[in-house]
Structures are given as structure tokens and as C-alpha cells.
């Protein structure tokens, strides 16, 4: 499901560059939350939403405790949810396969793996199908406007952490624009020998020698690191 890159995608971005995390992060968990609350509501009265959500059993673990956290849609999550463990309970009723499978999997003891079949979802979450599309038209109208756009420009240097790696590979992936993937380029760079300037002084105050001084900002350095490789946004 592709997206059109829009320019209200590309201000989402710069308002998400005010608070702390990647800020491609923050807007695609509010994409995440608009989708499944829209979702979760289609889903009592239409047969298409319905079967697309029991081939992909529902979301997937991040989405599903997403949707928990959405308000008014107890409903269509107990509706999604009785069907889903009735299906699969009627899966578990069905007699195991005997076969010992081939003479390796004989030899190392291991079970046959019919014993799992009907357990795996058939479809990828809807709600990372729908991510992907709506993260590369960003990242493509984010790159796009990068070069000519000096208030973007400099809302992403001033941005607390810029794009974390996940997203800094789609977008350099992505990128239309030369000019667009050397500025993002340098931007991480400089952010990640800063960071790893406040790392150094992190471990340095662990030092029994200097450990009586005070934490400065280098006191969550580590949390913004492995922030910055897997990505993830904080409602702050
Ligand atoms: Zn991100
Ligand atoms: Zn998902």
C-alpha cells in the first residue's frame, strides 16, 4: 500500500523535532494510533477488515498493546480477539501430524513442525503494512524538501536526537536527492561523536575517583544511545 509524500508529512516532522527522540518515531506512533483506532472501529462492521485481521492474527506486539492503549475500542478488540481464540482453539483440536519427518530431523529429536501448523498468521500486521507506506512517502517528502528548506534544516540540527538509525537507513535509502543525503549524513555524524563525548564522560564518573561529582547532562547518555539504534518515541 504506497503513500503520497505530502507536505503536512514533512511539517509533522519538524513540529516532532521539538521533543526528545527520533522524530520520524513520534509521528509514525500517532500514524500507528490513528490507524488502529480506525481499524479497531471498522472492524465491528466490515467483512474485509475483519478478514484481513484474522489472516494476520490481529496486530503484532507492539500494535496489539498499542490498540489497548486506544480509547473506546474494548469493543472491536474483544470482538477481534473472541475469533481470533476461537479459530485457534479449533487449531489445537485438530489431530497432530505422525510423521517423524525426514531422518535428521529423527536423529536430532526434533518434533515435527506440523505440530505448530494453523498457529502462524498468514499476513503481516496491518498496521506495519500501513507504517512502511506511510514512513517512506515521509522520509521521501522529508529528503525532497531538505535542500531548499532552511527552517527544516535547521529544526533537524536542532532536534534532540535527529533520525535514529532505523530510520536514517530508510531515509537514506530513500532519498531522491544528493544534497539531502549529505546533510543527514553530517547531522548524525556530529550528533553521534557528541553523544559518544557524553558516553566518555559517563563512564569516567564511574570511576571511583571521580564518582563524588555531580551528573550533568551525560546522566542518560547511554538511554539516548540505544535510543538512537532501535528507535523509539517517549511521549514527552
Ligand atoms: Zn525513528
Ligand atoms: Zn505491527
Redesign the pocket.
Known amino acids: 500500500m504506497s503513500q503520497t509524500p505530502t507536505p503536512s508529512m514533512v511539517y509533522d516532522i519538524l513540529e516532532a523535532c521539538a521533543h526528545p527522540g527520533?522524530p520520524?518515531?513520534r509521528v509514525s506512533r500517532r500514524w500507528a494510533e490513528r490507524f488502529v483506532a480506525a481499524i479497531l472501529y471498522e472492524e465491528v462492521t466490515d467483512p474485509h477488515t475483519r478478514g484481513r485481521l484474522r489472516d494476520s492474527f490481529g496486530f503484532c506486539r507492539e500494535h496489539a498493546w498499542q490498540a489497548t492503549e486506544v480509547g473506546g475500542t474494548l469493543l472491536g478488540m474483544s470482538i477481534i480477539y473472541r475469533s481470533l481464540l476461537n479459530h485457534l482453539a479449533g487449531e489445537l483440536e485438530k489431530p497432530v501430524s505422525t510423521s517423524r519427518g525426514n531422518w535428521w530431523q529423527a536423529l536430532g529429536g526434533r518434533r515435527d513442525v506440523d505440530a505448530a501448523s494453523g498457529l502462524f498468521a498468514a499476513t503481516e500486521c496491518p498496521a506495519c503494512i500501513h507504517l512502511r507506506g506511510m514512513e517512506d512517502a515521509a522520509l521521501i517528502a522529508l529528503t525532497d524538501a531538505l535542500p531548499d528548506n532552511a527552517s527544516l534544516r535547521a529544526g533537524l540540527a536542532q532536534s534532540h536526537s535527529g533520525?535514529?538509525l532505523?530510520?536514517l537507513r530508510q531515509a537514506l535509502t530513500l532519498a531522491r536527492s544528493d544534497a539531502a543525503i549529505e546533510i543527514l549524513r553530517e547531522d548524525t555524524r556530529r550528533r553521534l561523536r557528541a553523544l559518544v563525548g557524553e558516553l566518555d564522560e559517563f563512564i569516567r564518573k564511574y570511576d571511583h575517583r571521580f564518582n563524588k561529582e555531580a551528573w550533568g547532562a551525560e546522566h542518560d547518555s547511554w538511554e539516548r544511545a540505544v535510543l538512537w539504534m532501535v528507535?523509539g518515541a517517549r511521549e514527552s
Open positions: 527520533c520520524l518515531c533520525l535514529c532505523p530510520h528507535g
